[in-house]
């Protein structure tokens, strides 16, 4: 089993990569790795509770531990205490963390 | 005897335009003050983040002067990130990619900064514990 830090930067309303990202981290999960889903920047717009956070509630319930960054929630405004279920808001810290441990690292 | 932490960035998003640069600067940042080295390659237009010919300036249309708008300069975070590095036992290795600075007329990069190529990138990588590439779309 292999360890995945993928950084989500954009929101889907961008770009639909992001949805492919998406279901990279959830067949990664799927095929016995452990998948952390760090939202930074505008990639954490789906964590407010909306019609573009579809694709990114089945990833939280697919194995796959999504993560906000607290800082970008603050930035535009979205309460850490009222993400979609399955997203918990988090430090940039973890995203050290994953990468000083090892884990393999995509940036999108 | 413990070893310590090395980690791989690599830069490709010029200063002001995007919020990857502040993201890679606050990763950057943590790493600093966990004592780690940091190696950072940038590439294309992230040489212009630690260009030292970067100045503050006033605001004319809100009315304030240069103090007063006191304007942030990516080259002074990344000075202060390397300060930080190293009161902290670790050490930012910050390469810039050469034909990319000739390219831009960015040979003027602040202390603490190198010229390189892309084979520091790889070396870089075969000595990290991790490397993470923070690409423009």
Known sequence: MAEYLLIESRDPSETTEVGYFYELATGLA??????????????????????????????????????????????????????????????????????????????? | MTTRTTLTLVLMDAPYENARTTTALRLLDIAARRGYNVNVFAYEGAVYVPFAKQAPHPNAVHGRDVTEEDHPNPKDWVAAIMAEAERQGGKIDWVQCGLCVDERGAAESIAGTRRGSPADLVKFAEASDNTLVIPTK
């Not at chain 1, 930074?40 to 796959?64: E, I, M, Y």
């Open chain 1, 30 to 108: 799927q095929a016995g790795n452990r998948v952390t889903l760090f939202l930074v920047q505008n990639g954490v717009f789906p964590a407010r509770p909306s019609v573009q956070s579809h694709a990114l509630g089945r990833v939280a319930v697919s194995g796959v531990q999504v993560l906000a960054d607290e800082f970008a929630l603050r930035e535009r405004g979205i309460a850490a205490d009222r993400l979609l279920a399955g997203v918990r808001p988090a430090s940039l810290e973890v995203a050290v963390d994953r990468l000083a441990a090892g884990c393999k690292a995509v940036w999108h």
